[in-house]
Each structure stands twice: as structure tokens, then as C-alpha cells.
């Protein structure tokens, strides 16, 4: 059964720094695309950063401030998040695919998610 956990969501001052991680188990993703959603309530789940075996993608409203990597070793992916914003606030939420091809912004990609994690930015 795979299963995909985050970690290190909590409170932070707008300018802030957090770094998520996602630890998955039951199927080894080093190859495949991983990625970051997050939903605001009332909103949509929109798409925050992906990896894949040919690079990062980032939407534009966290492009140079975001980071997202993996350590294929632990099959993980972690989330580098700095000067957080308050629009950022929401939950955060790790998934995996299991196809190489596709749209890494649409949910409908991946087939595996973790139960999200809150991340709060004050202002």
C-alpha cells in the first residue's frame, strides 16, 4: 500500500521560511514526477512545484522563491519555502505519479496524495 506523509507545515511571519518533506513508502517514485498542490479554503487545490527525471517546475506565484528536490536514497521530496507570504497560507499537499507523461500542474497527473499539511503565514 503506498503512502505518502508530509511534514513541516506550521506558523510563520510573512518573510519567513519552511521547508516541507514528504516521505513516501510502498513504491519506490525515484523516477517518476512528484509533486506540491496546495488549497486555500473556499479555493481550488492549485498546483505549487513538480520533479521530474528531466527537471523542476514551478507555477509562477512561487517561482524564485520555492524550491522542490528529492533524495531518490530516502524517496522523499522536500519543499523549500522562503519569503513566504501570507497568500500562501493553506494546506499543503504532497503527490506522486505513476506515468512519466502528462501535465505536472493538473491534480488529475498524479494518483497518490498525502493528507496535507497546514501552513500559515501571518502578516
Known amino acids: 500500500q503506498v503512502q505518502l506523509v508530509e511534514s513541516g507545515g506550521g506558523l510563520v511571519q510573512a518573510g519567513g521560511s519552511l521547508r516541507l518533506s514528504c516521505a513516501a513508502s510502498g513504491r519506490t517514485f525515484s523516477t517518476y514526477p512528484m509533486g506540491w498542490f496546495r488549497q486555500a479554503p473556499g479555493k481550488e487545490r492549485e498546483f505549487v512545484a513538480a520533479?521530474?527525471?528531466?527537471?523542476?517546475y514551478y507555477a509562477d506565484s512561487v517561482k524564485g522563491r520555492f524550491t522542490i528536490s528529492r533524495d531518490n536514497a530516502k524517496n522523499t521530496v522536500s519543499l523549500q519555502m522562503n519569503s513566504l507570504k501570507p497568500e500562501d497560507t493553506a494546506v499543503y499537499y504532497c503527490?506522486?505519479?505513476?506515468?512519466?507523461?502528462?501535465?505536472?500542474?493538473?491534480?488529475?497527473?498524479?494518483?497518490?496524495w498525502g493528507q496535507g499539511t497546514q501552513v500559515t503565514v501571518s502578516s
Open positions: 520533479i521530474n527525471f528531466s527537471g523542476t
Open positions: 503527490a506522486a505519479s505513476a506515468k512519466y507523461l502528462g501535465d505536472y500542474a493538473r491534480p488529475s497527473m498524479y494518483g497518490y
